[in-house]
């Protein structure tokens, strides 16, 4: 597969993760993370994907007025970005190990339906669709789509004409994505991220996401990102496969050992990294065609 030499840049800016405490440049309210996503599309991000946290708390919410705000105040500095927002959200399931029928406090667990108002009061470029359950780190924590919910979810993500990036976190729900394009539910050209690192999803390894490559339909759009100190090896690593590439907050706080970085730094970083290997960096409107989006209105 030849090295991809027109990458699309995603920056992921503040995640869902206990991340706040541990660096200052996490943006948080509406405004801190609307400020973040133009900091990052000026130092080069054709897409920022976008989730929202409680301003006061800084936990993770799935509060459409939050995601509303965000969108306005990026739309009204004029930026010329691709805004992608998470729909991920409200698939946390925290059981009790002794009695696994009874919720634990972090649970926010609703329907494939429930996790899309936001999606559909501001119809963006992308969201995101989970494709799969996944024991999420230690412990006794679940992220939970089935395929029921997905085939919900991404049947409405198609009649709102919104384009879904189909998140992947193991091969079996690479699987299970295929299934949804041979049932009709996924429009062309489908749009792949592939999610490396994330315990107990597929390993940051090289050759794990060689097969996965492998195995993607004809004509997928992909990029792929790994955690934290492997960020930046799995920028070149996706484009000297043919992808793209995602950085950003959610997934590494660190621009090097002990350095804490922002998103527009990790974003700096990685356009040097993509011109340094002899690649370019695509624009907003050169992503909007690759993807299948609407023109910029």
């Not at 002990?258 to 990294?273: C, F, S």
Request: glycine content about 10%.
């Amino acid at each position: 597969m030849p090295m991809n030499d027109s990458v699309i840049i995603t920056c992921a800016l503040t995640g869902a993760g206990d991340t706040v405490g541990r660096s200052p440049h996490v943006p948080v309210t509406p405004e801190q993370i609307a400020r973040s996503a133009v900091e990052a599309a000026e130092a080069g991000a054709a897409v920022v994907h976008i989730h929202v946290r409680d301003p006061e708390t800084g936990a993770p919410s799935r509060d459409p007025r939050l995601y509303r705000e965000v969108v306005e105040r990026v739309k009204e500095t004029g930026t010329d970005v691709v805004i992608n927002l998470t729909a991920g959200m409200g698939g946390d399931l925290v059981i009790d190990p002794e009695e696994p029928l009874t919720h634990l406090p972090g649970t926010d667990l609703v329907s494939g339906l429930d996790r899309l108002p936001h999606v559909e009061d501001l119809l963006p470029d992308i969201c995101t669709l989970d494709c799969g359950s996944l024991n999420f780190g230690d412990g006794s924590n679940l992220y939970v789509s089935t395929p029921d919910m997905l085939r919900t979810g991404a049947k409405r993500i198609q009649e709102l004409g919104v384009r879904p990036e189909l998140e992947i976190f193991d091969t079996g729900q690479l699987w299970f994505a295929k299934q949804l394009l041979a049932e009709g539910l996924l429009d062309d050209p489908t749009v792949f991220q592939l999610c490396m690192g994330i315990p107990w999803g597929a390993p940051a390894e090289p050759g794990v996401l060689k097969a996965m490559v492998d195995i993607l339909p004809e004509g997928a759009q992909w990029a792929s990102f790994a955690l934290g100190r492997m960020q930046m090896p799995w920028v070149a690593q996706s484009i000297l496969l043919g992808g793209n590439v995602r950085v950003g907050l959610e997934d590494n706080l660190y621009l090097s050992r002990g350095v804490k970085a922002t998103n527009g730094q990790l974003v700096e970083r990685a356009v040097q990294i993509t011109e340094l290997l002899g690649a370019t960096v695509a624009t907003p409107d050169e992503a909007r065609q690759r993807l299948g989006l609407k023109p910029r209105s």
